[in-house]
């Protein structure tokens, strides 16, 4: 073919490159395409591109796009114009993922209210709710509560205890407990009642009021044994219990320490929760503490609708042939009670680096707990102690609970979670019971209302059976941390002088104080 020979192109001061009226004399037939200073070199001209088929470039003029091929196929000139993009998927707009249909029914959902609804939905945040996307509330936050005794002004603050110190405290106790008497009779357990279901619920017997034991002053077996320089410390055991379970505390309650020469009584008033079973003390939504309320799921109509349900349930399950523990007990009831007398000793600690060289020499403390038996299960001569208790559901429709007519049956462990959740400080308090009486079996009754609106009449929907030490660890109690509180009150109250005290739980903050109850 011919060769292509050099181009005389003539210079031109007003334009770059030669002007548009420009034809090549040795060759006027070849095209040009005009371009601007502003275009870049490798849009003219790309002598490394090979060609992609010259007839899909053939689009004239107009395109800025023709390829040369007489004698010069590596040549080819591109076009100048803007590239056309390809359209590819979007990763960054995902709406464009979504099928039409599906934005329809979205948007029609949040145009009839879903979003607002969808945003009221509880968040689940150990430690608390959320009230909105920009702020936190820890759990029950906004709820202001009574004190559960009135402090008067001449009594004085003479320590305090927090109770996430408490919380964090341990001790391995190997001592089980050195019984000392026992007293009383109870029945046994009547094993039909493991055999209910929520599907033939039984109804619950009623109780108009619940026996309670007197207190360790006025118990002539405790005065005795501290007469007798059996012990240092005398308490029953729900005092202690209470006490090892305070950190899961939200309701206050107070109790009295008696300091008498070389012994110490730790006593309960009858209005003090350390006497009372509490609903839903540690739910989201727990109870409001109003004493003038007369609706009957305030916090005080809640308590006494759980201590008759105690009652009831122990008085419906236990019966048949008596089971003597030891001589009558001198209570003054005819109730069909039984009370184990157990001593315990711990060492003394110093909840303070002080820089006392003879904490470690302190004497150790020896603790004597009346412990309640509630029942026996097997048959004479081969018999066990039982530990039972009744856990209360108040509402099947309340959004942070399970409905346990309809899972308990199916979903037993979701029902006893739930009731964990809410009842956390009962249920620890149940297995520390459980603990020091030595039961070796426990029974938890789950009753509910047979009308959400009222609180007179109850159903039994099931029992469930443990081991006390399958029941501990079902509810996470720590032993080791319950009687690390324990030493810690005992050497706290050990350093008292003579008089009367009050160990307070505060009502909105998580710490107890010992009040000095000086006298005017």
Not at 322 to 342: C, E, I, M, Q, T
Not at 394 to 416: E, F, T
Request: aromatic share 6%; charged share 25%; glycine share 8%.
């Amino acid at each position: 073919g011919a060769s292509l020979g050099p181009l005389a192109v003539p210079s031109s001061a007003e334009t770059w490159g030669p002007s548009a009226s420009f034809v090549p004399d040795n060759n006027p037939s070849r095209p040009f395409a005009p371009y601007l200073k502003t275009d870049k070199l490798g849009r003219i001209c790309d002598t490394q591109l090979l060609s992609r088929g010259r007839d899909a470039h053939r689009r004239g003029r107009d395109g800025g796009v023709f390829s040369y091929g007489d004698g010069d196929d590596g040549f080819i000139t591109v076009d100048s114009s803007a590239k056309v993009r390809v359209q590819g998927p979007n990763f960054g707009a995902r709406r464009n993922f979504q099928p039409r249909q599906q934005r329809r029914d979205r948007d029609r959902y949040e145009s009839i209210g879903g979003q607002q609804n969808r945003g009221q939905q509880p968040q689940r945040r150990r430690g608390g709710n959320w009230n909105d996307r920009r702020s936190w509330a820890p759990r029950n936050a906004n709820k202001q509560r009574n004190s559960s005794v009135e402090v008067l002004p001449t009594w004085k603050n003479i320590k305090e205890l927090g109770l996430p110190q408490l919380a964090n405290l341990s001790l391995d106790l190997q001592d089980s407990g050195e019984e000392l008497r026992a007293v009383g009779t109870v029945g046994y357990y009547d094993l039909a009642l493991d055999a209910i279901k929520p599907r033939t619920a039984k109804q619950l017997r009623k109780c108009s009021t619940a026996a309670v034991a007197s207190q360790a002053d006025e118990d002539p077996t405790l005065i005795g044994l501290a007469e007798a320089g059996q012990g240092d410390v005398f308490a029953t055991d729900a005092v202690i219990s209470q006490l090892m379970a305070c950190p899961k505390a939200v309701y206050s309650f107070d109790i009295t320490v008696l300091r008498r020469a070389n012994t110490i009584f730790l006593t309960s008033r009858g209005e003090s929760s350390c006497c009372r079973q509490t609903i839903n003390e540690t739910a989201h939504d727990a109870p409001e503490d109003d004493p003038q309320s007369t609706s009957i799921n305030s916090q005080q109509a809640l308590d006494k609708e759980a201590t008759l349900t105690q009652a009831g349930i122990v008085e419906q399950a236990i019966k048949g042939e008596d089971s003597k523990l030891g001589p009558a007990h001198s209570f003054g009831d005819d109730v069909k009670r039984g009370y184990v007398y157990k001593r315990w000793t711990l060492p003394s600690v110093s909840l303070e680096d002080d820089g006392d060289e003879d904490a470690a020499n302190k004497k150790p403390i020896r603790l004597v707990v009346r412990c309640e038996v509630d029942g026996m299960v097997g048959r004479p001569g081969n018999r066990s102690r039982l530990a039972l208790r009744a856990i209360n559901e108040i509402d099947p429709r309340a959004k942070d609970g399970v409905d346990w007519r309809a899972k308990l049956d199916s979903q037993g462990g979701a029902v006893l979670a739930s009731a964990l959740k809410n009842n956390s400080n009962r249920m620890l308090r149940f297995a520390f019971h459980a603990m020091m009486s030595d039961a070796k079996h426990v029974r938890v009754a789950f009753v509910t209302r047979t009308n959400p609106k009222s609180n007179e009449n109850h159903q039994l929907l099931g029992v469930r059976q443990f081991k006390s030490t399958e029941y501990i660890q079902q509810v996470q109690a720590n032993p080791k941390n319950a009687w690390g509180i324990i030493q810690a009150v005992c050497s706290v109250v050990s350093g008292l002088g003579i008089g009367s005290y009050c160990l307070l739980k505060e009502p909105n903050q998580a710490t107890m104080s010992v009040y000095n109850m000086l006298e005017e």
